[in-house]
Structures are given as structure tokens and as C-alpha cells.
């Protein structure tokens, strides 16, 4: 075989090994981060920065005031807010934003086994509220779907609301959670919520400050987008194996440990 042909083959094998690279790099960003089917919300830093400033003079919320944090809330400056025994050897971190359909994709999944293991005082989970879809789609329905979870919180209510929020999610691109009566219609969902210092908490905004901090909390922690879930400090939502009974049995183990 001639030199020229030798050089020619190996040509060849080398285009058809870097259109193979390409592939796989290509299938690689395919990939998504799934846990029970659900797609995260990507924070795109350069193009969400320039959504965020976009949009900075057009939210009438006045999110600059005191910094106001539910009650019963602890962590880094306060803005975790705590559900189960905090005896539960296994803790688990979630950064949330009630627009976000992977979050509710993530809720609906994973719902009753956080749940079962949060009643047997096996678990005690860290909510962590953000506004990741205003940013990226414009409006308020982040900020004030969150405030609102926060006033639930202040009334003993939080969980319930919580999940009531997540079940009852507008499309991503219907900011209806922007209207406070939608909120507080759905408080009446969960039983003895739908009250006047409740409504009063949701139509002042009580908690949009604390709200904005814990967004900035998001935002500084270097994190992919929303949900983030942490189990005991690792990224669960990152394992395409995790599953409600995987789960499970990682904290049911740790509780026998």
C-alpha cells in the first residue's frame, strides 16, 4: 500500500473518530439532570443577568426593606426553613422556586416518600425558596408565591401550602402566582390557613426582603438551577439513578447507623 493511501485511511479513521467525539459530546448536552422524569431549570448566568437587569425597574415589589424571617426559620442567616425532628440523623437541603416545572416535576415524585420519612422522624428537610423563573421569564409570581409560603410558615402551615402551591402550578409562562388573591385563594385549600393575619402577611409582602435574600443565597451558591437537592450535603439530584425508594433506603440506613 502507497504512502499516499496509508495517509489517506488514517484520515479518514481520524474524521470518523472526531465525528464520533462530536456525537458523544453532542448526546452529552443532550443529557439532562432527571430525577422521577423531571427536567432542572437551568440558570443561564450571562442571559438570565441581562433578564434580571432588564426587568429590575419593572417589579413594582419593594423587596429592599427589613428583612423579615418566618417564623421558626434557622440556618445561615435564617433562611432555611425547617420541616421534621431535628433529632433525624440525615438531612435533606431543596432550593425551590414555585414556578419552576421541574420543581413541581421533583414535589410530585418525591412527595409522599419526604413525607413518610419526615413522619417517622427519619429525615428533616431545609426548603430554601428562590425566584429563578422571574428572572427568566419576567414577573413576580416567584417572589410572591414564596412570600406567601412564608406567611404559611409564620401560621404553622408551611408544608401544607407548600405542596398545595406545587400542585396547583400555572404553566411556566402564566405568572398567576403574581396575584396575591390566587395565593391566598388557594390558603383555603389548607385548613385554618385562610386568615386575616394571613392575608394581611401576603398583601404587605411581609416576607418579599427575606425572600430576595434568599435568592441571593441561590445565586452566590454556585448552584446549577432549581431544584437543587443536597442529602446531607450531596447533590442527589445530580445521580440519573436516584429514585423515591432509593431514597428511602439512603436515609433509612443512616437512621440505623
Known amino acids: ?15 470518523l473518530a472526531e465525528e464520533r467525539a462530536k456525537q458523544k459530546t453532542a448526546e452529552k448536552r443532550r443529557r439532562v439532570l ?29 423587596t429592599a426593606g427589613p428583612v423579615t424571617a418566618p417564623s421558626g426559620a434557622n440556618g445561615d442567616d ?31 415524585a418525591y412527595r409522599s416518600t419526604i413525607h413518610e420519612l419526615t413522619d417517622a422522624g427519619q429525615l428533616k428537610v431545609e426548603y430554601h425558596l428562590a425566584t429563578l423563573i422571574d428572572g427568566n421569564m ?11 409560603a412564608a406567611c404559611a410558615q409564620d401560621a404553622g402551615k408551611f408544608t401544607a401550602y407548600h405542596d398545595v402551591l406545587f400542585e396547583n402550578q400555572p404553566a411556566e409562562t402564566d405568572d398567576a402566582y403574581a ?18 393575619t394571613f392575608k394581611k402577611c401576603v398583601d404587605d409582602g411581609s416576607h418579599d ?13 454556585g448552584f446549577s438551577g432549581t431544584p437543587t ?27 440505623k447507623a
Open 229 to 255: 437537592v443536597l442529602l446531607n450535603g450531596k447533590n442527589i439530584y445530580q445521580d440519573q439513578s436516584m429514585t423515591p425508594a432509593k431514597l428511602k433506603q439512603m436515609v433509612q440506613q443512616a437512621d
Open 34 to 62: 432527571i430525577v422521577g422524569g423531571a427536567v432542572v431549570c437551568v440558570l443561564a448566568l450571562a442571559a438570565v443577568g441581562g433578564v434580571l437587569a432588564a426587568n429590575a425597574g419593572k417589579d413594582k415589589t419593594d
Open 138 to 148: 419576567g414577573g413576580s409570581g416567584s417572589l410572591r408565591a414564596a412570600n406567601a
Open 78 to 108: 435564617s433562611l432555611a426553613i425547617p420541616v421534621g425532628k431535628e433529632s433525624a440523623k440525615s438531612t435533606l437541603t431543596v432550593w425551590e422556586d414555585f414556578r419552576c416545572p421541574a420543581c413541581k416535576s421533583f414535589e410530585d
Open 209 to 221: 426582603s427575606w425572600v430576595a435574600k434568599s435568592h441571593q443565597a441561590f445565586q452566590g451558591g
Open 1 to 15: 500500500m502507497s504512502e499516499k493511501n496509508r495517509d489517506g485511511k488514517r484520515t479518514a479513521r481520524e474524521r
Open 179 to 196: 396575584k396575591n388573591g390566587r395565593l391566598i385563594e388557594l390558603a383555603g385549600k389548607v385548613d385554618g390557613l385562610d386568615t386575616g
